[in-house]
């Protein structure tokens, strides 16, 4: 399935999901059903092009630019042609930022088992039904051992020591909890026999990798998160999303 197929699909994702928690629920069914414009041009995401070089990817949809900037008329309608072609614009500096990342990533001993092994599947579409709600996910990697099943995702930080706030504040407690359920659906299997890490790369040198595994609190933390949004979703059923916040702030008295 590509990825605009994929994307358009109706079930719930995880990144649907956590804006609920961060926007409210109106705001996040307007979101999925695409009533606001999305944004005007596409960023470099490293997290992006580090799926891309290490699981495989559509390699057409990047490009690196022979051009140092595009002040010149030349450099200037070939970035145009890259753009209207759908293509993302990525210096040679970014390029080699990305080949480091990825080279570290494929040393990591771990890397051989959870990502790169011979067993393992990557972008592995998953779909399951939680509370009458649908639900769906991407693994970036999947591998199934005997009975048990190991999730794996790459995610991008820059510097560890901001992982164990930013893993919350991006709400990845969530997503481990939503694909632990959804991947053991899709195989008929316990979630207890479902094991979820993170491969954590830094995109500042020397990008150091490290491997996390989501603990039985993290993803009861994400159990509590899920069980929210698909009570929200339920409660919000097929109705319209309303934007006026019923909330009064009391700021002080300033008739004076």
């Not at 039904?129 to 199934?144: C, F, H, N, P």
């Amino acid at each position: 399935m590509s990825q605009d197929n994929y994307h358009n699909r109706p079930e719930w994702s995880y990144s649907q999901m956590k804006v609920i928690l961060d926007s409210g629920i109106d705001y996040a069914v307007a979101a999925k059903r695409g009533m606001f414009p999305g944004p005007s041009g596409k960023a470099i995401d490293l997290g992006e092009l580090a799926h891309m070089f290490v699981l495989g990817g559509d390699a057409e949809a990047f490009v690196v630019s022979p051009y140092a900037d595009f002040r010149t008329k030349e450099a200037r309608n070939w970035k145009a042609e890259q753009i209207e072609a759908g293509k993302t614009i990525v210096t040679s500096d970014q390029y080699e930022i990305i080949s480091q990342i990825v080279d570290n990533i494929e040393a990591h001993p771990m890397s051989k088992r959870l990502l790169k092994g011979a067993n393992v599947r990557h972008e592995i579409e998953m779909f399951a039904t939680a509370e009458d709600v649908k639900l769906r996910g991407k693994a970036d990697a999947m591998l199934i051992d005997k009975d048990a099943m190991i999730i794996t995702d790459i995610k991008t930080t820059a510097q560890f020591g901001e992982w164990k706030y930013k893993s919350m504040r991006r709400h990845y407690d969530l997503q481990a909890a939503t694909y632990t359920l959804i991947g053991a659906a899709s195989q008929k299997i316990s979630p207890s026999l479902v094991n979820f890490y993170f491969c954590v790369v830094e995109t500042v040198a020397p990008y150091r990798v490290q491997y996390h595994h989501a603990s039985l609190e993290f993803l009861e933390h994400g159990e509590s998160k899920l069980a929210d949004c698909l009570k929200q979703i339920k409660d919000f059923g097929d109705k319209e999303p309303c934007f006026l916040i019923e909330e009064v702030n009391e700021l002080g008295d300033f008739s004076n």
